[in-house]
T-cell receptor
Framework: EDKVVQSPLSLVVHEGDTVTLNCSYE??????LLWYKQEKKAPTFLFML????IEKKSGRLSSILDKKELFSILNITATQTGDSAVYLC??????????FGQGTELSVKP | DGGITQSPKYLFRKEGQNVTLSCEQN?????MYWYRQDPGQGLRLIYY???????QKGDIAEGYSVSREKKESFPLTVTSAQKNPTAFYLC??????????????FGDGTRLSIL
């Protein structure tokens, strides 16, 4: 059975800290690993990782995929209160189906 | 602006009633999806459609039905057979550029509650 597991489930940090969110996956016919940020409503797309070992960056956020270990991390440096959200990791299979993890709830305190 | 519109934002249902959640997209995406999100859990796939007039069951299709008569519309009906319908429902769509699935983009969701 396909599954995606995120850790930790929740995290509280202070502004300026660096955080690392973890995602392990077991997805049949795996194609890509996606990260989303969810603030109360619609998840917004952050990254799609298809190749192993290539870091993707967007401002203070970065992510990398390890297809040998079936693992991905999302890093956020110099955190801000606006980074507070639930971060969702999902495995995408060749048929276009997304399998989501439980999410990591990040709270950034001033 | 292109995007995905879900309506209504909040919906209340009495026991035994069917309700239909609307999802419209103007992104010209071929594929559309319905997910359910419960507190503290990730998204679970209810139904998806890769093309007009075709759809497949996801992981938790029991008690739900869909139709895909138009490319831009993918309504979800929550039937009285769904025993625990209170949840946050999210619709998504994606393109299949060059035959490869692209990231799914989401609407703002509909929160359904039982009265």
């Amino acid at each position: 059975e396909d599954k995606v597991v995120q850790s930790p489930l929740s995290l509280v940090v202070h502004e300026g800290d660096t955080v690392t969110l973890n995602c392990s996956y077991e997805v049949t016919n795996f194609r890509s690993l996606l990260w989303y940020k969810q603030e109360k409503k619609a998840p917004t797309f952050l990254f799609m990782l298809t190749s192993s070992g290539i870091e993707k960056k967007s401002g203070r956020l970065s992510s990398i995929l390890d297809k040998k270990e079936l693992f991905s991390i999302l890093n956020i440096t110099a955190t801000q209160t606006g980074d507070s959200a639930v971060y969702l990791c999902a495995g995408l299979n060749q048929g276009g189906k997304l399998i989501f993890g439980q999410g990591t709830e990040l709270s950034v305190k001033p | 602006d292109g995007g995905i519109t879900q309506s209504p934002k909040y919906l209340f249902r009495k026991e035994g009633q069917n309700v239909t959640l609307s999802c419209e997209q103007n992104l010209n995406h071929d594929a559309m999806y319905w997910y359910r999100q419960d507190p503290g859990q990730g998204l679970r796939l209810i139904y998806y459609s890769q093309i007009v007039n075709d759809f497949q069951k996801g992981d938790i299709a029991e008690g739900y039905s869909v139709s895909r008569e138009k490319k831009e519309s993918f309504p979800l009906t929550v039937t009285s057979a769904q025993k625990n319908p209170t949840a946050f429902y999210l619709c998504a769509s994606s393109d299949r550029g060059q035959g490869v699935s692209q990231p799914q983009h989401f609407g703002d969701g509909t929160r359904l509650s039982i009265l």
